[in-house]
């Protein structure tokens, strides 16, 4: 809920959009519902933040399809393309969408400061790396 809250404000402050993405396997170890009500609690905090969210599935589609039957948009699979692409053809039905992007994100689990880290990352990702 800290990170979450951290990376909305953050984003609310500097009028930008940011995705907020679960830690890798999520899915399998707090689960879609928790992970979709940490990212709405989180989002009544800050209402103006412009944000998507994705659940991170590990190498797991069911959990993907799971996920998409609990409302949450965006999922990541670590299957490769052949099977992000037919979950992508499904998300589309639904309105969501499958993450295939890798990199360019910033870790807030071993952060002293999430706020600060998140203000940083969103106003200048190169400080941080």
């Keep these: 809920m800290e990170h979450a809250e951290a990376a909305l404000g ?37 209402p103006q933040a412009r944000h998507k969210s994705i659940l991170d599935c590990g190498d797991e589609p069911g959990m993907a399809m799971g996920a998409f039957r609990h409302g949450i948009k965006g999922v990541r699979i670590s299957n490769g393309p052949v099977l992000s692409n037919k979950l992508s053809d499904i998300a589309k039905q639904r309105g969501g969408f ?11 689990h071993e952060m002293k400061d999430p706020s600060a880290a998140c203000l940083a990352w969103l106003t200048n990702p190169e400080k941080l790396n």
Excluded: N, W
Aim: hydrophobic residues 50%.
């Design 10 to 46: 953050a984003a609310a402050a500097l009028d930008v959009d940011v995705t907020l993405i679960s830690p890798p396997a999520a899915a399998s170890t707090m689960g879609a519902t928790v992970f979709r009500d940490i990212v709405a609690k989180a989002a009544e905090s800050y």
């Design 98 to 108: 499958v993450y295939t992007a890798q990199g360019d994100e910033l870790d807030l």
